[in-house]
């Protein structure tokens, strides 16, 4: 694991630094299509809870947020999380992925649209149950 902390370390870093020049080169990406495959593949009723696991600077959270869901970011990067912040107006959570704690009480779109890894059905009602906390 040293050696996958030290590479986290050494990418952090380098988003860190250059963190004014990522958000400047990827604020106008078009990624409509992507967030509506998204959208599309969540068999459950709108609005959802989403968490944004790397959301960077914020672009997709503020997006999330603008169609109605309530949007959750998670980035390494402390520089990431508060440009995030203050650019979408979500909540953002700074988290080591390597490390990841998450609180109980979070449930996202993966658990949604992934085949379940007990039965493989997607939503399997009874699995589901104990993927979403109470």
């Known amino acids: 694991m040293d050696n996958l902390d030290e590479i986290a370390r050494r990418t952090l870093a380098h988003y860190e630094q250059s963190a004014r020049q990522f958000f400047a080169g990827t604020i106008d990406h078009d990624v409509s ?3 509506a495959a998204l ?3 969540i068999e459950a009723p709108a609005p959802y809870t ?3 696991l790397g959301c960077g600077p914020g672009r997709d959270l503020k997006t999330f947020s603008a169609l109605g ?3 959750i970011g998670l980035d390494g ?3 990431f999380v508060e440009m995030a912040r203050g650019h979408s107006g979500c909540e953002v959570w700074h988290r080591d992925f390597l490390h ?3 609180p109980r009480a979070c449930s996202t ?3 949604q649209t992934r085949p379940c890894s007990t039965c493989r059905a997607r939503r399997c009602p009874a699995c589901w149950r104990r993927c979403t906390p109470a």
């Open 33 to 35: 299509q992507n967030v």
């Open 39 to 41: 959208l599309d593949a």
């Open 50 to 52: 989403l968490l944004d």
């Open 69 to 71: 869901h309530r949007a």
């Open 77 to 79: 990067a402390h520089e």
């Open 100 to 102: 990841l704690a998450l």
């Open 109 to 111: 779109v993966f658990m």
